[in-house]
């Protein structure tokens, strides 16, 4: 029987805790940062709808994809795979945030950062010549976009 070095067998247990540190603090700042927002969804070039989470207070968004547009691209529905998903990622979240500021009434803010936590979400920070607004004002909201659900 061959041996393994002990390194070798113990690298994915020395590991863990360093690969869920880095998990567990974004996951720490999302939960802090938009926990009781409600999503909204909002969509941009071949029908592809993207999850939003709008503090306002601290003017950043959220944009959160789905798992299988990231691996198949656009061309879901043409059955054929884009050959570089995650080459076209960075526009394609970037040009969420700004449709979703556009159809909020936001026209004049602009994205002045950018932060990926993982393939599937994203933070934009944005500035406006608006003051922000207090808590509790009303706002413009994007209508509900869930495929299969009648509006009542």
Do not use: H, W
């Not at 590991?15 to 940062?33: D, E, H, M, N, R």
């Not at 968004?61 to 879901?76: H, M, P």
Request: glycine share 6%; net charge positive; proline share 8%.
């Amino acid at each position: 029987m061959r041996r393994l070095p002990l390194l070798v067998l113990a690298a994915p247990v020395l590991l863990s805790p360093v690969l869920a540190g880095c998990t567990a603090t974004s996951f720490s700042y999302i939960s802090k940062t938009y926990v009781g927002l409600p999503s909204q969804v909002v969509t941009i070039g071949c029908k592809e709808p993207y999850e939003v989470y709008d503090n306002r207070q601290q003017r950043r968004v959220l944009i959160v994809s789905n798992a299988l547009r990231e691996v198949t691209g656009c061309n879901l529905n043409d059955l054929r795979i884009d050959p570089d998903p995650a080459g076209t990622r960075t526009s394609r979240f970037r040009t969420a945030a700004r449709a979703y500021l556009d159809e909020t009434v936001r026209e004049d803010c602009t994205i002045t950062g950018e932060t990926v936590f993982d393939p599937l979400k994203s933070e934009f920070a944005y500035s406006c010549s608006a003051p922000v607004e207090k808590r509790g004002t009303k706002v413009p909201r994007l209508p509900g976009r869930r495929p299969g659900l009648q509006a009542q």
